[in-house]
């Protein structure tokens, strides 16, 4: 393996043209599809608009194919970076040249990332981000593996300030494999996911294809009925349950299914390598991504599990550091973790983070109120539907509701609690899933009392904490508990001098 | 090195509800009468105006209700927020900075200073006939965080923001 001397200014991997003209593509057909379409359909009705004939749209299409390659071309030997003692630079485009230089220490996170694409012709690209906003994202679209892996360890080594002994011991010492995900896990973590969403989604999108469909539908059951007279009518009956409990399984399959195939799209091949100081995560089917944690930049901490992921160990550990996009975000989720390994890893992450540590306390019974008014709103929108839709006797649906939403009250408050210890605010919460969101004190960004003016007589208030990556909730607890949890975490940001990333 | 450990006394802590907070200029309370009234007025002229769009006769018979509906919606709107302009507060300490607003839904937000990325005093054209200014800290991260102080003196602003950009430079 040649080592690639960073300290040159060097272009990507030559396979970057192909990785920036497909992208380039995509985001063009993707910007003009209505008028492709509109186009495409108009010329195939009547062969010819105005002057132009079908070969000269086939002509145009790869005039616009080439501009295209043109551009990618350009663009790829217009893109150059290199690393000089304690910054990245990089030099970008065509015809506006622009010059990014970031320094090491600022760089949030390096991922190597490879989609479909980037796989076939055997390429990774390189990101890195910043704190700062979006813009400030850079991308290296294609370099060969190794090359990539140096180039990130690089621009870590500087960035963490490691002493040149720990980084010796760090190169003897190989890094190990602590947690590989097994195909069972992942079935069982895709069957034990929260289904509502999935199935409602399926469920919106049936009665979607229904309602579209319905005219066409009821002349056919038209026909039906006709044939069915002949018939018993009790059999109809029974056919009409059968056919409506097999749609209704069919259903509850596909979003199960849904859920599976996703979880195993985005999960496939989990793996969390440790090293000494940062956690190495790698996953991904068709997107393949390669992320470091560092303890330092992770603002909060949410570990997510329901009664029956408990039951078979399956607990799933989201990572949130600053400013990472929505899309990101979602990578630096760890799922089907033993109860074992998930303690591990929050120690590793968080040092000296305790379960036992401080007292745990709950909201006031404020909070099922709120809850209960909730679920009541909720139920006066089901009802006004039902009732617009089906007509009267759709009101046994509140038989339905009304436990569900008792159900939902008692979890609700059972499962919140909240307590402050010496450098940890852990925050529990949930209804179907049991969340736990820590967040280190030091990293709180500020502290914010509410109170409604309903909330104002019963001296209840609620304490939003925010991190830079998140904003977390302490509801209705009393004002004056609020208060001094309130003074305690200023004091504890304001005297430590202690540094939130 | 002596390394000292003392216990903590929560009740010692310094507290939010003892900061004396400021009330912030009266000028303000102007331009949110004038802000409300050029709101107001925008809806209430796009209502007449879709009186002669729609020609409708069930429209036409009720547009009266529809009208006043609004027109009240209007009012109390603009008396609960002359009423919150009381509750705009805010004051500086040591390290941190307070701000508290709202009637309805009350909050009191402290950003630390040492968490403050950069404060910005911004001053619109209306504001600047008052001679007022809005300061705006933001902290890192979520929107959520930033503080925008609205209806400051300039004077005041000017200070706040020195005050702070020495404090965030100084911590560096």
Same mark, same amino acid.
């Given at each position: 393996?040649?080592?690639?001397?960073?300290?040159?200014?060097?272009?990507?991997?030559?396979?970057?043209?192909?990785?920036?003209?497909?992208?380039?593509?995509?985001?063009?057909?993707?910007?003009?599809?209505?008028?492709?379409?509109?186009?495409?359909?108009?010329?195939?009705?009547?062969?010819?608009?105005?002057?132009?004939?079908?070969?000269?749209?086939?002509?145009?299409?790869?005039?616009?194919?080439?501009?295209?390659?043109?551009?990618?071309?350009?663009?790829?030997?217009?893109?150059?970076?290199?690393?000089?003692?304690?910054?990245?630079?990089?030099?970008?485009?065509?015809?506006?040249?622009?010059?990014?230089?970031?320094?090491?220490?600022?760089?949030?996170?390096?991922?190597?990332?490879?989609?479909?694409?980037?796989?076939?012709?055997?390429?990774?690209?390189?990101?890195?981000?910043?704190?700062?906003?979006?813009?400030?994202?850079?991308?290296?679209?294609?370099?060969?593996?190794? =090359?990539?892996?140096?180039?990130?360890?690089?621009?870590?080594?500087?960035?963490?300030?490691?002493?040149?002994?720990?980084?010796?011991?760090?190169?003897?010492?190989?890094?190990?494999?602590?947690?590989?995900?097994?195909?069972?896990?992942?079935?069982?973590?895709?069957?034990?996911?929260?289904?509502?969403?999935?199935?409602?989604?399926?469920?919106?999108?049936?009665?979607?294809?229904?309602?579209?469909?319905?005219?066409?539908?009821?002349?056919?059951?038209?026909?039906?009925?006709?044939?069915?007279?002949?018939?018993?009518?009790?059999?109809?009956?029974?056919?009409?349950?059968?056919?409506?409990?097999?749609?209704?399984?069919?259903?509850?399959?596909?979003?199960?299914?849904?859920?599976?195939?996703?979880?195993?799209?985005?999960?496939?091949?989990?793996?969390?390598?440790?090293?000494?100081? =940062?956690?190495?995560?790698?996953?991904?089917?068709?997107?393949?991504?390669?992320?470091?944690?560092?303890?330092?930049?992770?603002?909060?901490?949410?570990?997510?599990?329901?009664?029956?992921?408990?039951?078979?160990?399956?607990?799933?550990?989201?990572?949130?550091?600053?400013?990472?996009?929505?899309?990101?975000?979602?990578?630096?989720?760890?799922?089907?973790?033993?109860?074992?390994?998930?303690?591990?890893?929050?120690?590793?992450?968080?040092?000296?983070?305790?379960?036992?540590?401080?007292?745990?306390?709950?909201?006031?019974?404020?909070?099922?109120?709120? $809850?209960?008014?909730?679920?009541?709103?909720?139920?006066?929108?089901?009802?006004?539907?039902?009732?617009?839709?089906?007509?009267?006797?759709?009101?046994?649906?509140?038989?339905?509701?009304?436990?569900?939403?008792?159900?939902?009250?008692?979890?609700?408050?059972?499962?919140?609690?909240?307590?402050?210890?010496?450098?940890?605010?852990?925050?529990?919460?949930?209804?179907?899933?049991?969340?736990?969101?820590?967040?280190?004190?030091?990293?709180?960004?500020?502290?914010?009392?509410?109170?409604?003016?309903?909330?104002?007589?019963?001296?209840?208030?609620?304490?939003?904490?925010?991190?830079?990556?998140?904003?977390?909730?302490?509801?209705?607890?009393?004002?004056?508990?609020?208060?001094?949890?309130?003074?305690?975490?200023?004091?504890?940001?304001? $005297?430590?001098?202690?540094?939130?990333? | 090195?002596?390394?000292?450990?003392?216990?903590?006394?929560?009740?010692?802590?310094?507290?939010?509800?003892?900061?004396?907070?400021?009330?912030?200029?009266?000028?303000?309370?102007?331009?949110?009468?004038?802000?409300?009234?050029?709101?107001?007025?925008?809806?209430?002229?796009?209502?007449?105006?879709?009186?002669?769009?729609?020609?409708?006769?069930?429209?036409?018979?009720?547009?009266?209700?529809?009208?006043?509906?609004?027109?009240?919606?209007?009012?109390?709107?603009?008396?609960?927020?002359?009423?919150?302009?009381?509750?705009?507060?805010?004051?500086?300490?040591?390290?941190?900075?307070?701000?508290?607003?709202?009637?309805?839904?009350?909050?009191?937000?402290?950003?630390?200073?040492?968490?403050?990325?950069?404060?910005?005093?911004?001053?619109?054209?209306?504001?600047?006939?008052?001679?007022?200014?809005?300061?705006?800290?933001?902290?890192?991260?979520?929107?959520?965080?930033?503080?925008?102080?609205?209806?400051?003196?300039?004077?005041?602003?000017?200070?706040?923001?020195?005050?702070?950009?020495?404090?965030?430079?100084?911590?560096?």
């Amino acid at each position: 393996m040649e080592t690639t001397d960073f300290s040159q200014p060097i272009r990507q991997s030559a396979k970057g043209i192909i990785v920036i003209f497909a992208f380039n593509l995509v985001t063009f057909v993707k910007k003009f599809f209505v008028l492709f379409i509109a186009f495409g359909v108009s010329i195939l009705r009547s062969k010819s608009i105005g002057n132009v004939t079908p070969t000269m749209m086939v002509l145009a299409v790869i005039g616009v194919l080439l501009i295209i390659l043109i551009i990618a071309i350009l663009k790829y030997l217009n893109f150059k970076f290199y690393l000089s003692k304690d910054d990245f630079h990089l030099a970008t485009g065509i015809i506006n040249k622009d010059n990014t230089i970031i320094p090491k220490s600022k760089i949030q996170n390096v991922y190597i990332k490879q989609n479909f694409l980037q796989q076939i012709i055997n390429v990774v690209s390189v990101k890195i981000e910043t704190a700062g906003d979006k813009k400030s994202e850079i991308e290296i679209s294609a370099l060969d593996k190794p =090359t990539a892996l140096l180039l990130k360890k690089k621009l870590f080594r500087k960035a963490s300030s490691v002493s040149e002994e720990l980084e010796q011991s760090e190169s003897i010492e190989e890094p190990e494999v602590f947690f590989k995900v097994t195909p069972k896990r992942l079935l069982l973590e895709g069957l034990s996911q929260n289904h509502f969403k999935s199935f409602l989604l399926i469920f919106t999108f049936g009665f979607g294809l229904y309602s579209e469909f319905k005219d066409f539908l009821q002349e056919l059951e038209l026909e039906k009925h006709v044939e069915g007279l002949v018939e018993l009518d009790e059999a109809t009956i029974l056919n009409l349950i059968i056919t409506n409990v097999i749609i209704l399984i069919g259903v509850v399959l596909i979003s199960f299914l849904f859920s599976v195939v996703k979880t195993f799209i985005i999960n496939f091949n989990l793996e969390v390598v440790e090293h000494q100081k =940062t956690i190495e995560i790698n996953k991904g089917l068709f997107n393949k991504v390669s992320l470091s944690l560092t303890p330092s930049r992770i603002q909060n901490l949410v570990i997510t599990t329901n009664r029956v992921k408990q039951y078979f160990g399956l607990h799933t550990i989201a990572v949130k550091q600053a400013m990472v996009n929505v899309k990101q975000q979602k990578n630096f989720n760890i799922v089907a973790l033993e109860k074992e390994q998930l303690d591990y890893l929050v120690n590793k992450l968080l040092s000296n983070y305790n379960d036992e540590q401080g007292d745990v306390a709950k909201p006031r019974p404020y909070f099922m109120r709120i $809850s209960a008014l909730e679920m009541f709103l909720f139920g006066v929108v089901i009802n006004g539907l039902s009732l617009a839709i089906f007509g009267i006797e759709m009101l046994w649906i509140n038989a339905v509701f009304m436990p569900l939403a008792a159900l939902y009250v008692y979890f609700a408050y059972k499962k919140a609690y909240y307590r402050i210890s010496e450098d940890f605010v852990t925050i529990g919460s949930g209804v179907i899933d049991t969340t736990t969101n820590i967040l280190e004190i030091h990293k709180i960004q500020s502290v914010k009392l509410k109170q409604t003016i309903f909330q104002r007589p019963r001296a209840i208030a609620s304490l939003v904490i925010s991190t830079a990556s998140k904003s977390v909730t302490i509801p209705y607890i009393s004002k004056s508990e609020a208060i001094s949890i309130y003074n305690l975490l200023l004091y504890k940001v304001e $005297s430590q001098d202690r540094d939130w990333m | 090195m002596t390394f000292i450990n003392p216990q903590i006394q929560i009740e010692d802590l310094p507290n939010v509800e003892d900061a004396v907070l400021k009330p912030i200029s009266k000028s303000y309370l102007k331009i949110i009468a004038l802000n409300g009234l050029v709101v107001y007025s925008l809806i209430l002229g796009t209502l007449f105006g879709v009186r002669h769009l729609i020609k409708e006769d069930g429209f036409q018979d009720n547009f009266w209700y529809v009208f006043f509906g609004v027109l009240g919606l209007c009012i109390i709107n603009f008396i609960i927020s002359i009423l919150a302009f009381k509750k705009r507060k805010y004051a500086v300490r040591g390290h941190d900075v307070i701000y508290a607003k709202g009637l309805i839904v009350h909050s009191i937000t402290t950003v630390p200073i040492s968490r403050i990325q950069h404060v910005e005093e911004s001053r619109s054209w209306l504001a600047r006939q008052f001679g007022l200014s809005t300061l705006k800290i933001f902290t890192a991260g979520e929107s959520g965080s930033d503080l925008s102080i609205k209806g400051l003196h300039h004077l005041e602003a000017k200070g706040i923001n020195d005050f702070i950009s020495s404090e965030v430079n100084g911590n560096d």
